[in-house]
């Protein structure tokens, strides 16, 4: 167990007053060796690594005013990148450099984050079309769009989703079928769906991609004040499911599971 004592409990929403009644962001890298917060004493966005070296991002990463209830932060598979959405006003979408705090770039604040890809070079993303439709939509870290689909009604509705090394295949869970598809943004089609049985037959909470041929899923059973959560690793061709690990939440506020 590793305590954060000098992480903020409760988040501060627009009016700079501190709401017991909800959690402060927090992101755990795929890895499990890096974690982003909102440090107490000064607001300031941090990302500790479980070594203890603490990189303090520029206080610009969180602007005055930001409603921190509504605040996303997300982490690479191995904790280099930062993504930091203010998903309440919409007002910013950056991706940082961890090591040095630089921002590497900005993506259009509406879009909704969905995770960087397997190789931390690109990031997915989705937005909602005058037309009801969902769009996905990929960036590499600069900020520049690499790809944009209205994919098939099944990949646009199911989830979540994570993104290859490539940037072209997208892996999700469809909860209807119990499968786990492959979605490729370059011919617009899925490519690949093979079932797999995952504990209580329960939609993942998590997707990542792991490997070039493996995806990882964490499954929550229970909830977070009596739960189980189970990380498996999935062959995406076979359908093919492994342990890696499970353990126990309990009595629990919230809790940030790592991708990977």
Request: charged residues 25%; contains cysteine; neutral net charge.
């Amino acid at each position: 167990m590793r305590e954060l004592p000098d992480a903020r409990v409760f988040p501060r929403d627009a009016h700079r007053k501190v709401r017991k009644d909800s959690p402060a962001p927090i992101a755990v890298s795929g890895n499990g060796g890096y974690i982003a917060y909102v440090r107490e004493r000064d607001d300031r966005l941090v990302v500790r690594e479980l070594t203890g070296k603490v990189h303090v991002m520029p206080a610009a990463a969180l602007p005055r005013g930001t409603n921190m209830i509504a605040l996303d932060l997300a982490l690479s598979l191995g904790g280099d990148r930062l993504a930091v959405h203010d998903g309440s006003d919409e007002r910013f979408l950056w991706l940082y450099d961890v090591a040095t705090g630089r921002r590497l770039g900005s993506l259009p604040a509406g879009d909704g984050f969905l995770g960087f890809s397997g190789d931390e070079d690109e990031v997915l993303t989705t937005r909602r079309t005058d037309e009801n439709t969902t769009k996905i939509i990929t960036y590499d870290l600069s900020g520049e769009e690499t790809a944009r689909q209205v994919p098939p009604q099944i990949a646009a509705q199911d989830g979540p989703m994570a993104l290859h090394a490539d940037g072209r295949l997208v892996a999700f869970h469809s909860a209807g079928s119990r499968t786990l598809k492959l979605y490729d943004l370059r011919s617009n089609a899925v490519v690949s769906s093979v079932r797999v049985k995952l504990p209580g037959g329960l939609a993942p909470d998590m997707v990542d991609w792991t490997g070039t041929r493996q995806v990882t899923l964490h499954v929550l059973t229970g909830d977070v004040t009596n739960g189980r959560m189970h990380i498996l690793e999935v062959d995406p061709g076979i359908g093919a499911v492994r342990v890696r690990d499970t353990y126990r939440v309990k009595n629990t506020f919230f809790f940030a599971a790592c991708g990977g």
